[in-house]
């Protein structure tokens, strides 16, 4: 059993990663930093608590640690972790800036340590039906490519998630999500154009987001409101044989937060209702949604720690998209399009 370190016990570890790590039968949870220590060991009685992050780090005891604190220590703690010989897997974004994640990338690699980024939405079962209609051609040569993350929160709340800082907002908060399903299945793109912006009353960060990623021959819109009460207009993709529509998100984290987990048969299964739709010009035809499997990153965590395994998210793929959303805060500043330079190799 691979002995695992949570810190931090704020909503993404509440709702993701502790039940995920739970239901897994080679992680074992066995400590947890926290500052509501009494509360956390009442709902953790067998799990050691911690009331600092560095004093979790240091008791020696913990092949693995999750991040899950806010955005701004991602780096420092992340640092600690490796430096001390333990394999970590940070919530995203992975740090706030990619000279970090480079950083990161080189000590992990000097020390043959796995560093991975918690990119959960790689597994949504709507972004899996739409990697699986591309590799299918079903759409054709895909010439635009629209990927919502649209919600109903009006109000400014007194979350540190919505107070101004480096890497604070939606944009690095949900676009990380859909930069990273968009290039890592079209690459990164030639220019960038966008509009990130903080549109509730009283809002200091970014509240509304809408990106254009240009590609030779492919447009690819990023978009988030806050003020979307309807429906999630979560994918459009055309092509040159059609178009495919899906509303709604996926499943998995309502059910999560609701006590269904992986190890039950309704776990990521998107009731019909919610399928979307493929048209071409003469038809349209309902698409079953494949099952969604968050559990999946954490049997790829597994499987790299115990036997060598492919890294589940490449923490170098996550520097890119580190990149791209440093360029479109730059874009949005400037009022330009820029373009995205490729690194060296």
């Known amino acids: 059993m691979i002995k695992v370190g949570v810190i931090g016990y704020g909503y993404s570890a509440k709702t993701f990663h502790m039940p995920l790590i739970k239901t897994s039968k080679s992680l074992e949870l066995a400590a947890i930093s926290s500052s509501q220590k009494e509360t956390v060991g ?87 039906t739409v990697k699986k209609l591309l590799d299918n051609n079903l759409i054709g040569d895909i010439r635009f490519f629209e990927s919502h993350f649209d919600r109903f929160r009006p109000t400014v709340r007194q979350r540190w998630r919505e107070q101004p800082g480096q890497g604070s907002g939606i944009w690095f908060d949900l676009g990380s999500h859909l930069v990273d399903q968009a290039i890592s299945i079209f690459g990164s793109p030639e220019a960038i154009t966008a509009r990130c912006l903080p549109l509730r009353e009283g809002s200091k960060t970014t509240d509304y987001f809408h990106v254009l990623l240009h590609y030779k021959n492919l447009e690819v819109v990023l978009h988030a409101s806050s003020f979307s009460a309807a429906p999630n207009n979560r994918f459009r993709v055309e092509g040159t044989k059609g178009s495919y529509v899906k509303y709604g998100l996926d499943p998995q984290e309502e059910q999560l937060k609701n006590g269904i987990t992986p190890n039950q048969s309704s776990y990521g299964v998107e009731i019909a209702e919610h399928y979307g739709i493929f048209y071409s010009d003469s038809s349209s035809e309902l698409i079953e949604t494949k099952d969604g499997c968050y559990h999946q990153y954490y049997s790829g965590i597994t499987e790299a720690i115990q036997s060598g395994g492919s890294n589940p998210v490449n923490p170098e793929d996550i520097v890119e998209v580190l990149r791209i959303l440093e360029l479109a805060e730059k874009s949005s500043i400037n009022g330009e399009t820029l373009s995205v330079c490729k690194p060296e190799n």
């Not at 995203?92 to 970090?100: D, G, I």
């Not at 480079?102 to 980024?117: F, H, W």
């Open 42 to 128: 009442v709902k953790y009685p067998h799990v050691s608590i911690f009331e600092t992050a560095q004093d979790l780090i240091i008791s020696g005891n913990l092949e693995l640690v999750v991040i899950t604190a806010p955005n701004d220590v991602h780096y420092q703690l992340a640092k600690q972790c490796l430096e001390n010989g333990i394999n970590v897997v940070l919530e995203k974004p992975m740090v706030t800036t990619s000279l970090e994640a480079e950083e990161l990338v080189n000590i992990a690699k000097e020390r043959s340590l796995i560093l991975s980024v918690f990119h959960n939405r790689r597994w949504d079962g709507d972004f899996l």
